[in-house]
Structure formats: C-alpha cells, structure tokens
C-alpha cells in the first residue's frame, strides 16, 4: 500500500511539473522559434472596376487561406516573423488565386496556465491571379489568434482575421486557426 501511494504522488508530481512546463509565458521566451500554420476562411467585399450609373458594382466572396509560418521572440513576448499566404477565392463566379510573402510582428499575452492571445499585424505583397491575368498588390492582414497551449511545445487557436488590399478597395472578414509548436 505505501508503495502504491508513492508511486501515485510521483505520478501527480510529474503531471503537475508537465502542466506548469506547457504554459504560454514559456512560448513567449525571449529566443524562441515557433512553427505554425495558419488557415482562415474569409468573406470579402471590394469595389469592381465596373461602374453602373453612379453605383460601384461590389464584388461580394469567400476566399480560405493557407499559411505556413515562422516568428521569432526577439525580446519576451514581442515576436516578429513571417508568412507565406496560399489563398483560393471566388467573387461573383470567378475563381483567383493569392500567394505571397507577408513580414509581421505580434505580442503574445498570456492569461493563467494554458492560455494566450496573440495579436499581430503583417504588410506584405501578394500576388493575384484572378483567372488569368496577375499583378501584386499591397496586402495588409490583422489576426488574433486566442491559443490553446495543451501540452508543452504546442499550441491550436482560433481568432479574428481581417485582410485588405487597399489597391483594389478589397476588405475580407473572417475567423482563422492556428496550430503550431515551438523551440
């Protein structure tokens, strides 16, 4: 019987050790690289070229995105970092794809044991393909993630996400989600 109990105390020391190791101040750590992915599903407005009487016709559509990324805590909490966007849309019954570099920089707060939100804001060029014909433009992106840090090194969430290619007057809404880990 003794045995038993302290082989059960070992067992919550160990769980309460892995607990306090998966905490978002950890993630935070001046240092520190995380590798995540971000995807998000949007819903876009924008002004089309296209003028009726004294009405600008609105292209109204969805677009969902894919985003490999890497960031880097140059002091505690304050990361800078970038993503590569793989956006597929459709306006008004055409198709157009989006790929390009976006730099950003964001500040993780931390809230209790397992829990952060991670704001951040990326300005970068895109390239636009809307069903044959390209050109880049400017793309503006601001997303906060609320994480989930269940275990030590990794971490999901999901969060606002708000896009706008002020070139072509195109504003997309949105929520996305994250998975990741960090080193």
């Known amino acids: 019987m003794k045995k038993a109990t302290v082989a059960a105390i070992a067992v919550l020391g160990m769980l309460t050790a892995r607990q306090a190791a998966a905490s978002p101040e950890k993630m935070s750590e001046q240092g520190t690289f995380v590798i995540r992915t971000d995807t998000s599903l949007i819903g876009t407005i924008g002004a089309s070229a296209a003028n009726v009487g004294s009405f600008t016709v609105f292209d109204v559509g969805t677009m969902i995105a894919l985003a490999p990324a890497v960031d880097y805590f140059v002091i505690k909490n304050l990361s800078v970092g970038g993503a590569m966007p793989f956006q597929l849309g459709i306006a ?92």
């Open 92 to 183: 008004n019954g055409n198709k157009s794809i989006v790929w390009g570099l976006l730099p950003r920089v964001g500040y993780n707060l931390g809230f209790g044991e397992k829990f952060s939100l991670w704001p951040q804001f990326s300005m970068g060029v895109v390239y636009v393909n809307p069903g044959g014909g390209g050109s880049a433009k400017a793309l503006m992106r601001m997303y906060a993630p609320f994480l989930f840090h269940p275990a030590d090194h990794f971490f999901v969430g999901l969060g606002p996400d708000f896009q706008s290619s002020f070139e072509s007057m195109t504003y997309g809404f949105g929520f996305g989600w994250t998975i990741g880990g960090h080193f």
